[in-house]
């Protein structure tokens, strides 16, 4: 009797149902560039990710055009507060810790509540000199903010002082990006060109198993969160379908007003979509039907 791997067993069943281990690095390569620019080390990255500083550097040069589905997978739900998480000892981009404290205070958290809550010296951290905090420190608001950003705190004072500084609330920001240097508050991102434009295809796919939810932009995310619960699903399963914390898909739902759906509700279809608006379909290279989010009716999608 011939005995083989583990891993070898599997790869015949892969092969058999159709399935490759191997995909394109352009995505990954894409989102390892995007945590780069966001100031993280190689091989903080490589450790977060399960790769080699090597493995990371190849993927990074374009030298590996290809990547195992299960790093894809990996890289494509890592985020800053995961690496962070992770990391030992050392210093990490105070911007996390800012935003988490000026969203406390937006939420009635003064200083001195804080402080007495865990985080020590706020003031000096808000306006202290360079980007950088150690991961210790890091953590503390982290923990802090946790505990109280659903909450609202007993300092009116400190709200409107807040609001005048134009600090945004907990609720405008995702537990995933609220540490990347380059996201915006959701109150922002309206603002910006394309806040209009909405990939259904996308969003679709992502309600079909796809794991490519952190691929998808605010807006998408959010109508992928609200099919979802009208599916049924629980927080727990929404948030392992996006890439993101149970924490993060609540402040999606109270955000938005994304009930959870009742035992024996009528599931929808495609109703979902009418909270799009009148919206225009963002060009994919995708060659499966969409929908018009103004129309209902399906269309090819542009090349």
Known sequence: MVY????????????????????????????????????VPV???????????TGVKAILAGTSTQVQQETATRVARICLRDIYSDQATGHVPKIGAVRRVH????????HHQLEAAGVPNTARLLSGPGHLVTVERWREVCEVY??????????????????????AP???WDDDSIDDPTALPHGELSKGRGADVIDMVAVRRTLDGDPRGPGLTAREKTLAVGALAARGASDP?????????????????QREGIPTRHAGAPVPDLQWQAAV??????????????????????RPLAR
């Open 4 to 39: 083989r791997k583990a891993w070898e067993v599997q790869y015949q069943r892969d092969r058999a149902r159709g399935q490759t281990r191997y995909v394109d690095a352009k995505p990954t390569r894409s989102r390892l560039a995007e945590l780069t620019a966001a100031h």
């Open 43 to 53: 091989r903080a990255l490589g450790r977060a990710c399960g790769l080699s500083d």
């Open 103 to 110: 969203a406390l205070m937006a939420m009635g958290w003064s």
């Open 146 to 167: 946790d505990r109280l950003s659903m909450t609202p705190g007993p300092s009116p004072e400190t709200r409107g002082w807040a609001r005048t500084r134009g600090y």
């Open 170 to 172: 907990p609720l405008a």
């Open 237 to 253: 399963q929404i948030a392992d379908r996006l890439g993101v914390s149970d924490r993060t898909v609540l402040r999606w739902r």
């Open 277 to 298: 608006g009148a919206t225009r379909l963002r060009s994919t290279r995708d060659a499966s039907p969409s929908f018009s989010s103004a129309t209902g009716a399906s």
